[in-house]
């Protein structure tokens, strides 16, 4: 993946202001909607407030599939991150966050692969 | 038209604000402590419940009062809600979230603090209560605003619907699930599956 490809996503450069924001990318092969939402701390809790929302709006609780990505943030992508917050700096930062993000590519991309073909873990 | 009431712990300034909006508290005098420990939900909720929104009843105007706890983070919380308002379309009419979280003062963050998280209830919920009394004018002119806000119907609201509440476990039959973890309270260890399917 060039660095180009990865600023260009709409998730990649979100700032603490937007954080719960949910951002649609697209629609899959399949016509399902693709959304990403970031939030740091307890993810019970986004799942519960998830969850409450369907059933207050009546909502079918299989409508709604999330996919935790578990990948913690590698030493790249913490360097990069905190260089990143100084304007200055934030060049050097960006391809700490790009060498982060190859590092975790490959497992990410078999994650996504199994949740296409259905072999994701349910709980 | 569905109103959350939201603060930091859904246990003590949502539930009261969510009260007085349904008339189960007075919006002309501060009640006594009895009356506040009479409430359902006052005091009640337990961390492993955040997040979580509680049906509390219906107003006269026939609009879906709630409250849930957001645990400090009210922007996260409506991001959260109003991008799935989008993802839905459910029309910003729909909903009305409040954050009750300007109203605490520090005596409920004390007393809510040592009931809830410490587990001191004898300690904690006299303190809280005295805090929530405290602030309790503020919260009536912030149920009055909301209730400006959404058509203004008479500040007489009476309760139309309220069900039963188990004395064991307050609060808990009216959720529309239970809690995670089952009857379990408290702080436990959350191992999270990496693909998390919704079950009712």
């Known amino acids: 993946m060039a660095g180009?490809?990865?600023?260009?996503?709409?998730?990649?450069?979100?700032?603490?202001?937007?954080?719960?924001e949910i951002i649609t990318l697209g629609e899959d092969g399949q016509g399902n909607k693709i959304f990403a939402l970031s939030v740091q701390g307890d993810r019970?809790?986004?799942?519960?407030?998830?969850?409450?929302?369907?059933?207050?709006?009546?909502?079918?609780p299989d409508d709604l599939h999330i996919v935790n990505i578990r990948f913690r943030d590698n030493g790249f992508l913490l360097a990069g991150r905190i260089l990143c917050r100084a304007a200055f700096f934030a060049p050097l930062g960006r391809l700490f966050v790009l060498a982060g993000v190859k590092k975790i590519y490959g497992p990410l991309s078999r994650l996504v692969n199994d949740q296409k073909d259905g072999k994701g873990k349910l709980p | 038209m569905k109103i959350i009431y939201h603060c930091y712990g859904g246990a003590h300034s949502s539930v009261t604000a969510a009260s007085i909006h349904l008339g189960l508290l007075p919006a002309d005098h501060v009640p006594g402590l009895k009356a506040f420990w009479e409430i359902p939900f006052y005091d009640r909720q337990e961390n492993d419940e955040h997040g979580h929104i509680?049906?509390?009843?219906?107003?006269?105007?026939?609009?879906?009062?709630?409250?849930?706890?957001?645990?400090?983070?009210?922007?996260?919380?409506?991001?959260?809600?109003?991008?799935?308002?989008?993802?839905?379309?459910?029309?910003?009419?729909?909903?009305?979230?409040?954050?009750?979280?300007?109203?605490?003062?520090?005596?409920?963050?004390?007393?809510?603090?040592?009931?809830?998280?410490?587990?001191?209830?004898?300690?904690?919920?006299?303190?809280?209560?005295?805090?929530?009394?405290?602030?309790?004018?503020?919260?009536?002119?912030?149920?009055?605003?909301?209730?400006?806000?959404?058509?203004?119907?008479?500040?007489?609201?009476?309760?139309?619907?309220?069900?039963?509440?188990?004395?064991?476990?307050?609060?808990?039959?009216?959720?529309?699930?239970?809690?995670?973890?089952?009857?379990?309270?408290?702080?436990?260890?959350?191992?999270?599956?990496?693909?998390?399917?919704?079950?009712?």
């Open chain 1, 4 to 20: 180009s490809e990865l600023w260009s996503l709409p998730f990649i450069n979100i700032n603490n202001k937007n954080e719960g």
């Open chain 1, 44 to 60: 019970e809790l986004i799942n519960r407030l998830i969850e409450s929302f369907l059933s207050i709006f009546k909502h079918a």
């Open chain 2, 54 to 200: 509680f049906f509390m009843g219906l107003d006269k105007a026939g609009n879906e009062i709630f409250f849930s706890a957001c645990r400090g983070r009210p922007l996260v919380f409506e991001n959260i809600f109003k991008s799935l308002a989008g993802i839905y379309k459910i029309s910003p009419e729909e909903y009305l979230l409040v954050d009750v979280m300007k109203n605490v003062n520090w005596t409920m963050k004390l007393g809510g603090y040592l009931s809830r998280r410490c587990g001191f209830i004898r300690i904690g919920r006299p303190i809280v209560t005295l805090g929530t009394q405290a602030a309790y004018l503020q919260l009536v002119d912030l149920v009055r605003k909301v209730i400006k806000t959404i058509g203004g119907h008479s500040e007489e609201n009476i309760i139309l619907q309220r069900q039963q509440i188990s004395s064991r476990r307050p609060g808990r039959r009216n959720s529309f699930r239970l809690p995670a973890g089952g009857e379990r309270v408290g702080r436990q260890r959350i191992v999270e599956p990496p693909f998390y399917k919704y079950k009712q």
